[in-house]
Each structure stands twice: as C-alpha cells, then as structure tokens.
C-alpha cells in the first residue's frame, strides 16, 4: 500500500484527502468528516508520467486535478508495484519508463 497525503487547490477550490493506493483500488479519505470516503478503480487516473523524483498523475474529476507523488517519500519495493500497479491493462494511465 502507498499513502499519499494530498492538499490540491485550483483556484479558490481547494481539494484535502488522505489516498490510499492498493493493488485493485484506491481509496479516497477526505479531511472533511462530513464526506465518506470513496473507493475507485485505477482507471481514475486518467494519465501517469514519471521523471527522477515524482509520478504525476492526471486524476479523472472536474476540474481536472494533477497530484504528485514525490518518489523519496516512498520505498523502492513501493516504487515498483506503484509503476507495476499504473502499467496494469485495466488502467489507462501511461507510465513513462
């Protein structure tokens, strides 16, 4: 499992969650304890790039929101199964290697 703490803002919309990444799903843990969390499949993220220190990751919402996931926060063996887990034939996302 990778945990990525996530504070996304556009404009004056401001995104807070707690994601959670898993072999067959990801969960979505919002700060605001009024909104469930949700549970989605990786097609969610719609696009995936990687360069030495982030996955970037287009998630499918509107508006469209970017995340980044800084690779130093994460350990190799997480590295791996998270390149592993966004080249799987049920997502769309396009790793770059």
């Known amino acids: 499992m990778v945990y990525l703490g996530s504070h996304w803002q556009r404009r004056k919309q401001v995104f807070q969650a707690m994601v959670e990444f898993q072999p067959t799903r990801i ?15 990786w097609s969610w993220i719609l696009t995936s790039e990687e360069n030495e220190a982030y996955f970037f990751l287009l998630i499918q919402r509107l508006p469209r929101l970017e995340m980044r996931l800084p690779k130093n926060t994460l350990t190799p063996e997480e590295v791996v199964a998270f390149r592993t887990w966004l080249a799987q034939p049920n997502s769309p996302a396009n790793p770059i290697a």
């Open 27 to 41: 969960l979505v843990h919002y700060d605001n304890p009024d909104r469930p969390a949700e549970t989605k499949n």
